[in-house]
């Protein structure tokens, strides 16, 4: 079967024209040539990144940009030639641009939260290396078993915060209460660590093991917002959450990066 192909192949370009068939050859060496091909992936890298591709867009993925990203990468840097490592560089540019005017938003609801702790940084410069480590320790373990035990995500971790997401904006925002409780019991050389948090329930892309988006943009400004033990979270954050289980306040809001209309609301836990 392998010689049938072989000859069937050596048939056509026998019945090519000769000014064709040395075209073709032509084009092929210099789409292969490596002083063209080199320089070509390098700026590429520098530009885009490389950060394994086939990785980062996974088959979960359907749009166009995604699947065409996905097939050149298969290829492999030593395949793609000249053409492919310019067309995955477009192609690569215009996910960037794609995911900065949010349109490259996901298929499902995340509840995206972020917490941090107010005035973590000048206890910190006072209080030394030793005792800040020693807070961080105490506070990662308050408030990371609320999360997991609800079956969030931790992210990342952000020094004095992290940013976690969930499938459901209820149970983000009971583990909001856990952990803001657990963190109030803290401790450390006289410091009580004050957590706050923001909670925003959208349509994040989810690239590799990250969240990007608008989506994600706005649980941040939330967190921004927020004042110390505050829990802040957003018009559709509120109305996916079930009303016997929280009393909400509405805060003013505006944040460089979210729509102008976006609404705030302090929540709580209902009084005993």
Known sequence: MISDNHEQGSDSERHQK????????????????????????????????????????????SHPTDLAVRELAALGSESRGLVGELGLGVLQGWQRVAESRGRGRGVVDVAVLFTDLVGFSDWALQSGDEQAIRLLREVT????????????????????????????????????FDARERTALIEVDGYRPRLRTGIHLGRPRKISGDYLGV???IAARLLEAAKPGEILVSDRTLQALDAATVTARKRRFSAKGVPADLGAHVVERPPD
């Open 18 to 61: 000769p000014g064709v068939k040395r075209f073709t050859s032509a084009a092929r060496e210099l789409n292969r040539h490596p002083r063209l091909v080199a320089p070509a992936r390098r700026a590429r890298e520098r530009l885009m990144g490389e950060d394994q591709i086939a990785d980062r867009f996974s088959s979960a993925l």
């Open 141 to 176: 373990d308050a408030i990371e078993p609320p999360i997991l035990q609800r079956g969030g995500e931790v992210v990342k971790r952000l020094g004095d915060g992290l940013m976690a997401a969930f499938r459901d904006a209820q149970i983000a925002t009971e583990a909001a």
């Open 215 to 217: 989506d994600v943009n």
